[in-house]
């Protein structure tokens, strides 16, 4: 089992959202710029609960930096084969439904607005974002419900792994 080691005091002394960070840095580090059949090993070579904590982290710190951020990694989780189940599954092992309604929001928009899209080939989620007043404020409207809601996903995490810290460190003597 592939489990972070670390003293008891740092453990205990970590901030949620250091503390979800140093149990999964390591194998993110490591899948980073790397192919996606790289990425599907070390992901697979996890338990579920490592395996939850990195899809969120991975979400979630593409997402977090900006309201263009947050819809363009949507975008792109839907457009990528697995990424979209792994970070919905991950958000459902923690039991953090609110974020998940807000994922399953932002797909329900999207979906919408590629289907206005026409017929076009490619369909880019942020093209002419400047000029689109409904895409704009539908996009500022997620981020804003993102920011309200990524304390409490990073508080909920970070309760489950200090429940449960066999699945993500071993506590050095």
Known sequence: M???EMKQAEFDSMSDERLGW??????LM???????ATK???????????QALCMFKVFYGHARGSAH???????????????WQGVTKGLSFFG????????EDMRQFIVERKQGAGD??????LHN??????????????YARFQSLEHDSLKQISSFIRANPQDFVKIEG
């Open 129 to 142: 974002i400047e000029h689109d007043n409904e895409l704009t404020n539908r996009v500022v409207h997620f």
């Open 120 to 125: 076009s080939t490619e369909f880019h989620p």
């Open 40 to 50: 599907t090993k070390v992901i697979r070579s996890l338990n579920p609960s490592q």
């Open 96 to 103: 953090d439904d609110r974020m998940l309604q807000l994922l």
């Open 30 to 36: 490591s899948i980073r710029a790397k192919d996606t």
């Open 2 to 4: 592939n489990l972070i």
């Open 69 to 83: 951020e947050l819809y363009a990694w949507v975008a792109y989780l839907l457009h990528t084969p697995g990424y």
């Open 22 to 27: 140093s149990c999964v840095e390591p194998f």
